[in-house]
């Protein structure tokens, strides 16, 4: 009685992706496919709103999201194209998904990922990093 159901990776993005374009959740982050032919939900694009009492307010950021064929088995490859500086991003803009949501579940989506982002920029390390001017581009 307790197994859980696995839901096939297309229509565990066609939920997602249906919540961002109805949305649904929270709205300081939205994503959506680059290409709306990707019969396989793959690339994303993504923007977050800087958080508020941050160097980050105002601000928003975009971001490139791979959900590649063993997601949500395993995280999706996240990359920001809007520069910033924080603990779990590299200088050329790449998310460290095992600094950011160490211990993936396959429960987490592509908006729990986006919005652990937005938690970061509230870490005090992060604050105190000097960011780059507003819009540059990696």
Excluded at 100 to 117: A, F, R
Aim: proline share 7%; glycine share 8%; net charge negative.
């Amino acid at each position: 009685m307790g197994d859980n159901v696995v839901v096939p990776r297309n229509f565990r993005l066609l939920e997602e992706l249906e919540k961002f374009e109805k949305g649904q959740g929270d709205m300081s982050v939205s994503a959506g496919l680059v290409d709306p032919e990707d019969i396989f939900l793959t690339n994303w694009n993504a923007a977050i709103m800087g958080t508020a009492g941050t160097p980050f307010e105002g601000r928003l950021y975009s971001l490139l999201i791979e959900c590649g064929p063993r997601y949500p088995t395993v995280p999706p490859n996240v990359k920001f194209t809007t520069q910033i500086n924080m603990s779990c991003v590299s200088s050329t803009g790449v998310v460290d998904m095992k600094k950011l949501c160490p211990g993936w579940k396959y429960s987490n989506d592509v908006e729990h990922v986006l919005n652990m982002l937005r938690t970061e920029m509230n870490k005090s390390e992060n604050k105190r990093l000097r960011q780059p001017p507003e819009a540059a581009t990696y």
